[in-house]
């Protein structure tokens, strides 16, 4: 019975600060910035193919991320009282500034690859072979079939036989792709670019450095409550929660990768990106305005 009351209190410190953390962080700058980096590198687009790792390590960053902020928050460590807290919100807003603009470019080019992808070029020569329809031995034509010649059909099979009335590039069988003239069958390539060091590197420390520095001043109110509760119960429960919502961002990323078109994606990274950029500059300006308030002389005597 006495055990039974003593692990009571600690258990509903744990779901407790685990719901906080979660509710906490679900709409929050770091859930969207998960779940935009989730479903999108800046150095090759939108994510498709076999980028589960990649993912993973959008998750863990950004996971790490939070971890570090309770971990220093528990300390009294705050980045911010060496730099200021308006700063590391502005180094944000204009990285994230800059990343609209990387997924604005990207989308252009899908665009115009989208609308030139069907269309036959203006300067392309016609082939030699159809700039004038060939005819049957001895000049007869009758409308746009050869006329019937058995000498051409000497194999029995229907074909005609090179050097007989024809060509090499008559008796030439149809390939797909064989001709790079218009009428060709395009051999299209749906892959995804291939997944390289660096595009890993930053799906790991990208989201590290946005999650962290864009409320590295903030004194949320789930950091006070894990703050105050001095237990080893409530840190598990804060770090389980913003595991939850991380999962939820992650989730919500595959499943818009999935059922949304890449071009419709990349308009909303870029509006995504470009809405977190105006909340952490808007962030930096309270910051700044309250330092320079808390500066001011009172203008008494």
Known sequence: LNSSLLLAPMAVRFWEAAALCF???IGDVTFFQTAVFAMWCPLRGI????????????????LLALTMRVALRQLEISFSRATGEGLAPLGVSVLMLGLAVRAYLQLKCSDRAVTSGGQMPEDQEKPASAAQAPTAPGGSFLG????????????GRGYPVQGVGTTSEESRPISAGASAGYGAIPQVKDE???????????????PFLVAYFAEAGSQ??????????????SMCGGFLGYALATMVAGITSFVLERQVSPATLLFGVMCSTAAISLACLRSACLFLLAAAYSLAPSGKA
């Open 144 to 155: 746009n079939f050869k006329a019937y010649n058995p000498s051409e059909y000497a194999a």
């Open 23 to 25: 509710v906490a962080e």
């Open 192 to 206: 995804a670019p291939e997944s390289s060091a660096l595009s890993k590197l930053t799906a790991l420390w990208l």
């Open 220 to 233: 949320g109110m789930e950091l006070q409550v894990l703050h105050d509760g001095h237990s080893m119960s």
């Open 47 to 62: 994510r498709r193919g076999p980028c589960a790792l990649e993912r993973s390590l959008v998750l863990t960053g950004s």
